[in-house]
């Protein structure tokens, strides 16, 4: 059975850094996305592994910022630049419906993380 956890996440000020971590059992990096969802809006992919070992996808809002990274059982988003337009719920997920929606990160899978509050305010 498949089981994620995330942590890290907080209160940061505008500008500031946080780590998320997806602890994950059942399931191992590179399978593994990083996903949001901020109060009224849909939930929206941020960063998952590409097709290629060692490629990732981004969202526009998040190139340049954001790192995604994993070692076996561990995912890594390394946020930094935060702005307050990022604060939201980050999820982690697995067990995506087919290659396509993992490469483009699409919030198509069988298994999520309760997720982690991020708050970038002032």
């Known amino acids: 059975q498949v089981q994620l956890v995330e942590s890290g996440g907080g209160l940061v000020q505008p500008g500031g850094s946080l780590t998320l971590s997806c602890t994950a059992s059942?399931?191992?990096?590179?399978?593994i996305g990083w996903f949001r969802q901020a109060p009224g809006k849909r939930r929206e992919g941020v960063s998952c592994?590409?097709?290629?070992?060692?490629s990732s996808y981004y969202a526009e809002s998040v190139k340049g910022r954001f790192t995604l990274s994993g070692d076996n059982a561990t995912v890594y988003l390394q946020m930094n630049y935060l702005k307050p337009e990022d604060t939201a719920v980050y999820y982690c997920?697995?067990?995506?419906?087919?290659?396509?929606?993992?490469?483009?990160?699409?919030?198509?899978?069988?298994?999520w993380g309760q997720g982690t509050q991020v708050t970038v305010s002032a």
């Open positions: 997920a697995a067990g995506f419906d087919s290659d396509y929606e993992r490469f483009n990160c699409r919030p198509r899978a069988a298994f």
């Open positions: 059942g399931i191992t990096y590179p399978g």
């Open positions: 592994p590409g097709p290629v070992e060692g």
